[in-house]
């Protein structure tokens, strides 16, 4: 058995355990807001957002192309082994360390800043493809506004459209109606999320000659999106309690309209082949209906704390995967 196959083995298994914790970490936000207003019973709501991750990850390929190929060159890439499992590694720790303290982070931007970070300790700033990173960059800088803006508009939209419904029948309905947008939410979260691991695979098996083309396996396809499905049939309460509970009192309205929100931004954000954070989406979504039902309804201090998370995350991630890196290297190259 060669050192390059093991090495390559050794990234898969890495890059499926960032695909599990990606599961329970970032999957608990897309059915936060049902399990929060009792829509869902907690376990249903686990069942149905793992089947549905695990079709949304088989549906598209456009988000893990991006990923292979647009951060740095995989055909070129400085030691490639000892870079992906540097970045691979910071994701994982910090997606833990994170997850343990119940703060819902971006696991994409670990992940990108990751890869940037031990790209960039290989070979230097030159070894990024600032084109596609850039473009990379601002999408998921731009989306988190995009989503509380339409999370504003629609749920102002709802509170015109049924002002004079009344309140307790409303919410019945509406909390059939969140079995619907969970379902949708979390389909989106897996035409996204998932293809971030199949995008690092895919770059590993280009970098030591396995693959010739971007173009993803249907073996890397399925094994992700197995593994995405596993990880959410696990849980993530503490990120559940952080989005559901702790930035406003959600109630199935509000639910739906963020849900809808979120939901538009991941699909358009997959439709363009860009990675965005469904952390950051779904979370700002969920400000954005908390802002136009009460301002101060919502919880701005857990707002903050999240988004100087938000910001600290691509940087510390790169860093992490940096150091890791110069250990790594002298054993992988």
């Known amino acids: 058995m060669s050192s390059v196959f093991i090495v390559t083995l050794i990234i898969v298994v890495l890059a499926l355990s960032f695909d599990f914790i990606n599961g329970f970490h970032d999957t608990a936000n897309a059915i936060a807001t049902s399990v929060s207003t009792k829509a869902l019973k907690p376990r249903h709501a686990i069942v149905l957002a793992t089947f549905m991750n695990f079709l949304g990850a088989l549906t598209f390929t456009g988000v ?6 647009d951060i740095v060159d995989p055909f070129k890439i400085p ?12 994701a994982v720790a910090w997606n833990l360390i994170t997850w343990y303290f119940g703060i819902p982070s971006s696991s994409s931007h670990a ?3 990751a890869i940037a970070g031990a790209a960039i300790a290989a070979e230097g700033f030159g070894s990024l493809k600032y084109a596609g990173f850039l473009k990379i960059i601002e999408g998921l800088l731009i989306s988190p506004f995009l989503a509380f803006f339409i999370g504003f508009i629609i749920y102002s939209i709802f509170k015109v459209v049924f002002r004079q419904f009344n309140l307790a029948k409303t919410n019945r309905n509406f909390r059939i109606v969140q079995i619907l947008t969970a379902a949708l939410q979390s389909y989106s979260h897996g035409t996204n999320d998932a293809q971030k691991s199949m995008g690092i695979i895919t770059m590993a098996l280009i970098a030591n000659h396995y693959v010739t083309s971007s173009d993803i396996p249907l073996w890397v396809q399925v094994a992700c999106a197995a593994s995405m499905g596993l990880g959410t049939s696990i849980g993530g309460w503490k990120i559940i309690k952080t989005v559901g509970k702790n930035i406003m009192k959600i109630r199935p309205i509000n639910g739906v309209a963020a849900d809808i929100s979120s939901a538009l931004i991941i699909f358009g954000a997959t439709y363009i082949h860009l990675p965005v954070s469904t952390t950051h989406v779904i979370s700002s979504a969920i400000l954005g209906v908390g802002t ?5 309804g919502v919880k701005w201090d857990t707002a903050k704390r999240m988004v100087i998370t938000w910001i600290i995350t691509l940087p510390i991630s790169a860093l992490l995967s940096a150091i890791i890196y110069f250990i790594a290297s002298h054993f992988l190259t």
């Not at 893990?64 to 190929?69: E, F, G, P, R, V």
């Open 64 to 69: 893990a192309k991006t990923i292979t190929s």
């Open 111 to 113: 992940i990108i800043g």
């Open 292 to 296: 136009s039902h009460r301002v101060k």
């Open 79 to 90: 030691h490639g082994s000892a870079v992906i499992i540097s970045a691979l590694i910071a």
